[in-house]
Structures are given as C-alpha cells and as structure tokens.
C-alpha cells in the first residue's frame, strides 16, 4: 500500500513530470536514425560482410545501381553521365565512354563489354556510391539521380529499394498508428463499462509509447520494422495493464468510501498483479536478443523496454489521471458487454473429453504445416502487402527491377574481391569458366577488357579506379536468378569453387551472397530463440505458480496456438517473410500466456478453497473469460487493421499473423486448457506447491 499511497498523494507532480518527459522523447524519436537495410544485421565476421567492408573501405564504394536508359543518343547518354558523377556521394559511374571514344561505335567494343552495357534501345549505366546502402547521403543521391534522369530512365538497386521503402513508410506509419488506436478504441468502448476510460487509456498509453520511442536514441539507431511495430505492440500487449488497472480500482471503490484509498489499493494490487504477467512478455523478447542475426536484439530491446515503461505508467500516470478525471469517468458509464460466463463455462467444462479430443487431432497437422511453411528472404517482395495496390510512384523500383531481368537478363550482380597480382592468364581463365556458369548473364574484370596480352596501363584510369584499387581487384557478375532462389544458391556454390581455385582468399558479395547467408543464419537462430524464449517463460511460471507441471501445461496451450498460427500459411499457400516464425514465435508466447496464467491462477485458488476440479474450472473459466476475450480483442483490433492497410508485406504479413495468434490463443486457452487442467488435475496437486494439503476431497 505504501507505493499506491505515495502514487496518490504526489498525483499532480507525477502527470506534470510525465508531460514534461514528452519534450526530450519528441527529440529522441526526430533524432533516432532508422535502419531499412536488413542485411546490415548480418553477424559482423562472415566473409560476405567483410567483404562488403573492404569494398566500402579500400575501394571506396558502397551501394551499386543500375541505371537503365531508353532511347537516348549516346551523346546525351554521356552528358547524363557526367551530371550523374557530379551528384554527392556517386563515387563513379561506367558506361562504354570509359573503354572508347563515344564517336567508335558500340559495335567495336569486345562482346563481354557491349552485351553488358547495350540492349536493342536500351543501354545501362553501371553507378558506384562511396556510402554504404541505406545511409541518409545514399538515399538522398538516389533522389537526385532519378530527378536528374527523368522518365525515361530506371534506377534499380539495393539502395533505389530502400529509398522506395523509407518514402513508404514515412507515409504509412502514421496511418498505422491512427488505426491501431481507432480499433482498439472502439474495442474499448464496446467491451468495457466507461466510454471515457479508452481515451485516458491510450493518452497514458500513447505517452510510455513515446518514452520508449524516444529512448531508442540511446541505442543508436532501429530497423524501420521495428519502429513500424513496436507502437503498435506495446499498446496491444500493455493495454492489459490499463484494463487491470480499472477493473481493480472499481472493485476498491466498491468496499472502500474514500476513493483516493482505493486507487492506492487498486495501485498497489495491480502492481504485484501485472509483474509476474510483463516478465513473461518481457522474457519473450528479450529472448530475441539470442539471435545471431542481430535485428533481433534490436526488436527484443525496443518491445522489452516498451513493455516495461508500459507495466510504470500503468501504475503511475494512469492512477493520476483517473482520480482527477473521476467525476466525469463516472457519468459516462454503461453496462459492458461481456459480462461473466458461468453458462458457458458451465457448457465447455462438461464436454471437457471433446476438447481434448480436438487438441489431440488438430496438434499433428498444426505441426506438420508449422514446419512446412514456405519462407521468403527476397527483399523485393515486400511491396506486396496489400491486394489493392498502390501507387506506382512510391515503389519506382519495381519498374526498374522488372526491365532490368526481362530485358537485360540481370535480376542481381555479384560481387568478386580476388588479389589484384594475379596473373592476367589465371584471371582471363578465372573469368571465362565465371561466364559458363549457368544463369550467368555476363561478366566484367579487368581481363574481360583488355584481353591476356594487354597491360592494364592501357586502361583509362576511371576504370581502373573501379575495378582495381591496392591489394584487390573486382570483377561484377551478372545473374538471371533472383537472391534467395534454391537455383542462385546454387550458383554462387560454383561461383566461390570457380574463385577459390585461382584465389583461396578471393570473396564473393552482393546481395544474393548476403542473404544466403542470412538464410543459414537465421534458420539456426530461430532455434535457438524458441528454446530460449520456451525456457525463459517456463522457468517464470514455475516461480510464480510454484508448481512443475503447470509450466509444461501452459506452454504447451500456447505453443499449440502458435503451431495453428504458423501452420495456416501452409494450408492456404502463402509464404512469410524469414523473420515471421521468430518474431511470432515468442511475441505470441510471451503476449497470450498471460490467457493462461490469469485462468490458471483463478483455477489453483478455487481448487485451495476446496472446489472439486470441474466446478474450479468452470468458475475460473467464467471469471476470466471478459478480461481475457477484452485483451484478446483489443490485440487483434491494432494489429489487424494495419495488415489490411500496409502495402509493405513484411508489416502486413507480420500484423496479420499477430492479430490472428492473439485469436487462437484466446480459443487455445478458454476450450483446450480447461480441458487438460481437469484432465491433469491430480498430477497438478501433486506437483504444486502448497496445493496437496489444502485440497478438500471432491464431493462425489
């Protein structure tokens, strides 16, 4: 009570020091850079990422770009050349002006040269940054490439997708967020006893949602997935609190006159109420920060921190708010919605067996399309979110894309970093096996201009500057396979085999060598993340229900709702973005188990106060089942409309998924885990602390 006392008396102070935090929150949230390159969460010693630091360090350049252009002269050809290298942060840029004179016809150039840079009225323009992808000067010469260019010109890319991306999402996210706080509103107001209450839920929701924005300034930077869910999250998973909150304090004023005292009881209960449920969504997250591939750590810290602030102001700016909007609070009350349930409860106990029986059949083929979901790590899918489309003029390169691999048969370029000393014979010969490698569309090195015999003092120095600098030379392929295909992996096993002969130190990087990698990576981290985020939550439980098989019991209800969640893909043919089954993973174990502790603790309580074990779990269930289906709701409300509005797939798919777990866990919990705490009820007493003595026999 002490605390709920101290929150009452200094009320006042606590809001004006929660308005005054929103100043250097707004600061940090302006100030926090905003990661949309997702390879740079790479692990920092794979080879693909050294070499992509080499490339950037010795070399010079970072980001590479294709610019095709359609029926221009070669003389306008060449002055857009020029206005192009005058662009800050363009470090170089090909074309065949750099091997001839641009009054020596095309035509003259070695067939390597020509097919790499000419289609029918089409010729490519091959443009080098000296900053990294998605750094703000890469982004920001992008735009003024594509201005300088025109229409008739397709800028395609790594860095022409992240500047598409961020334009989208500086557009949408605002959006998102006005309908995650409209539909979880208007959940509130139909569900809840108060049509006031939802609007100071979401201020003092809204304000810890801008402290844990704005303190991601310490971090540095975050992923622009992050940014776009983490608001989202932290209102859906924290508005338990609020919800806990309320219903206290109404029960307090109930038995107490002074309604300052029963705000510090309520204060003071939901505070030891809500600890043991936020460690375990708390436990979830953070179990993300295990990744190898470190955008976990940058999700899990974010969601973790957000769910913490959530849990402080719940039980600080919260209670302040209503005591001084009590009066009006009370004149807007009506009778909620859902009210206890005993006839239905009463219903699902009885027909325990049938639920049981469900549980058993469903467990196999939720397994079986769990582990067969189709995974996709190719970044230019991700405009695809929504079915109804979207303006072309925010994702220019899709267009650029396409005409690229239909009419120059390049969906992506590798990258090779091999000893610039090595001898023109073993390089010409390096590079003519690179060229019958299959899907290979061409090839470009220093041997591929100037021939075995030629010196490459010939060359003009705007070229060698490109392709040969200190200890390392590079050579540009060109795939028909698009990164992430079985048929590019394949190729870029016999393309570092083909390098590794003539050079074992030689690197192959680009996009398509990167997320390969990420693949490997990130298949053994969502492992490792389900273990630790299962342990981590088991081991909470088994703190706080002071009982072995409990743990084992709600985990399993859980994870059963996530296997349905993760496995309905399969059944319906879609694909999910490779970070899905890990985000989804542990945000849904760690957000809905609170589901099953809240029915749970009701069940062990009425079980000690000597109820037989159907009559337990049937009031227990018709207890729980307002707060539970308020919570379930509000969840799916948030997230579900962003993922019919999000025109990004990864935030659609991801939303999607969340809205749809928080509704099968719902169900997992109100039909399945009664089921088995009946089913399993004498193994409960006698592996829970406590419970055994207390227990009065059941009557027969």
């Not at 003389?75 to 840029?93: F, G, I, N, R």
């Not at 589901?595 to 729980?624: N, P, Q």
């Not at 109100?670 to 009820?681: E, G, M």
Request: glycine share 6%.
């Amino acid at each position: 009570m002490k605390f709920g006392k101290f929150i009452v008396k200094f009320r006042i102070p606590i809001l004006i020091i929660g308005i005054l935090l929103l100043v250097p929150s707004v600061f940090g949230i302006l100030n926090t850079h905003i990661n949309y390159d997702m390879l740079t969460y790479l692990p920092e010693d794979m080879e693909t990422v050294r070499g992509q630091d080499i490339l950037l360090n010795d070399f010079g350049k970072g980001a590479f770009s294709f610019l095709i252009i359609e029926d221009m002269e070669p003389k306008d050809v060449a002055a857009l050349e020029k206005k192009l290298e005058a662009v800050d942060h363009v470090d170089s840029v090909i074309w065949y002006d750099d091997f001839a004179d641009i009054a020596v016809p095309m035509e003259m150039l070695p067939d390597d040269v020509y097919d790499v840079f000419n289609k029918d009225d089409e010729t490519l323009l091959a443009i080098f940054f000296d900053t990294s992808t998605s750094e703000d000067a890469t982004i920001q010469a992008v735009n003024e490439i594509r201005s300088i260019a025109g229409e008739q010109c397709y800028l395609s890319g790594l860095s022409a997708l992240v500047t598409d991306l961020k334009a989208l999402c500086e557009k949408q996210e605002p959006v998102y967020i006005a309908i995650a706080v409209a539909c979880a509103c208007a959940a509130m107001m139909l569900f809840l006893d108060s049509w006031l209450i939802p609007f100071i839920f979401l201020a003092s929701i809204g304000m810890a949602i801008a402290y844990n924005m704005g303190s991601n300034w310490f971090l540095g930077e975050i992923s622009y997935i992050t940014k776009a869910l983490a608001a989202i999250l932290q209102l859906a998973v924290t508005m338990d609190y609020s919800i806990f909150l309320w219903h206290s304090y109404t029960e307090e004023k109930e038995k107490r006159t002074d309604r300052k005292e029963a705000m510090a009881a309520a204060v003071s209960g939901t505070l030891t109420a809500v600890s043991g449920s936020s460690l375990t969504t708390i436990a979830g997250f953070l179990a993300m920060c295990f990744m190898t591939y470190t955008m976990g750590a940058d999700m899990g810290i974010v969601m973790a921190k957000g769910v913490l602030l959530g849990v402080i102001s719940s039980v600080t700016l919260l209670p302040a708010m209503i005591l001084c909007l009590d009066k009006p609070l009370e004149k807007t009350k009506h009778k909620p919605l859902i009210r206890r349930m005993d006839k239905f409860a009463a219903f699902v106990t009885r027909r325990s067996w049938v639920f049981i029986l469900l549980f058993v059949l469903l467990a196999v083929p939720a397994w079986y399309g769990y582990s067969h979901t189709v995974l996709f790590y190719d970044f230019t899918s991700i405009f695809t979110g929504n079915d109804t489309g979207f303006d072309a003029e925010d994702v220019q390169f899709l267009d650029a894309a396409e005409k690229l691999a239909d009419d120059f048969g390049v969906s992506t370029t590798h990258m090779i970093l091999c000893d610039a000393d090595m001898p023109s014979k073993d390089a010409g010969a390096m590079l003519d096996q690179l060229d019958q490698v299959g899907g290979v569309s061409g090839v470009l090195g220093l041997n591929s201009i100037l021939g075995n015999d030629i010196p490459k003092e010939m060359l003009p120095d705007s070229i060698l500057d490109v392709l040969e600098t200190g200890d390392y030379q590079l050579v540009l392929v060109n795939s028909e396979y698009g990164a992430s295909t079985d048929e590019v992996n394949n190729q870029i096993d016999e393309i570092n085999t083909i390098v590794k002969q003539y050079d074992p130190d030689g690197m192959l990087i680009g996009e398509a060598p990167l997320t390969k990698d990420l693949i490997g990576v990130t298949d053994k981290d969502f492992r490792v993340v389900s273990i630790v985020s299962i342990a981590l939550v088991f081991i909470i439980i088994l703190i706080a229900m002071k009982s072995v098989s409990l743990p084992v019991i709600l985990v399993a209800v859980i994870e059963f709702a996530i296997y349905i969640n993760l496995g309905i893909p399969y059944y319906i043919g879609d694909s999910l973005l490779f970070l899905a089954p890990i985000c989804i993973s542990t945000i849904q174990l760690g957000s809905t188990v609170d589901y099953a502790i809240l029915l749970t603790t009701r069940y062990k309580r009425e079980r000690m106060e000597g109820g037989d074990k159907h009559t337990a779990a049937a009031t227990a269930l018709a207890v729980s089942i307002p707060s539970i289906f308020v919570s379930a709701f509000c969840f799916f409300t948030a997230t579900f409309g962003v993922s019919l509005f999000s025109d990004i797939k990864i935030i659609s798919s991801l939303c999607d998924l969340l809205s749809r777990g928080a509704v099968v866990s719902m169900l997992s919990v109100v039909f399945v885990l009664p089921a088995l705490l009946i089913l399993l009820d004498k193994i409960i007493i006698r592996t829970t602390w406590g419970m055994k003595p207390k227990i009065i026999p059941e009557r027969i």
